[in-house]
């Protein structure tokens, strides 16, 4: 029995330690810290309100991301959102009227172009960019959906 309790604690603590997710950046300035502190030195100054990272560990309130292009370091969990957003990964993506690709294209996006995902259904996310909104293949997104 014993055995049993200690392997389900090791498997639970392994799934709770292992879970990475997304948030977004809250503010247009946000900064990217070497450590889990504000004694520690800026690396990157985010300019970008919404931009999705993806968060890989925690220490007191400072969270370590990664961001789109691999940078990774701490911020402070006031910096963070649950706005739901995403960055193209590929170049010349359509953006559809309807969730399929035989409706009409509405615009073309460039890769790293910033989404705010309104909704996803199925394989597909509403997204607003700029004065456009459509649908957008879900795999083609990286970020918080």
Known sequence: ????????????SNNLLADEYFLTLRNEKVNLRQGPSFEYPIKI???KKYLPVLIEDK??????????EN????????????????ITIK??????DKPT?????????????????KKCKGNWC???????????????LW???
């Open 91 to 96: 170049d010349d993506l359509l953006i559809f």
């Open 71 to 86: 940078n990774s370091g701490w911020i402070h969990v006031s910096q963070l959102s649950k706005k739901k957003a995403g």
């Open 126 to 140: 509403k997204v607003k960019v700029d004065e456009y909104v459509g649908w957008i293949k879900k795999d083609d």
């Open 59 to 68: 220490s007191d309130n400072f969270k370590r991301i990664r961001d789109h």
């Open 45 to 47: 100054f985010y300019k």
């Open 101 to 117: 690709i035989y409706s009409k294209p509405l615009v073309v996006l460039k890769k790293g172009r910033l989404c705010i995902v």
């Open 1 to 12: 029995m014993f055995k049993k309790i200690i392997i389900i604690f090791y498997l639970i």
């Open 143 to 145: 970020g918080r959906l």
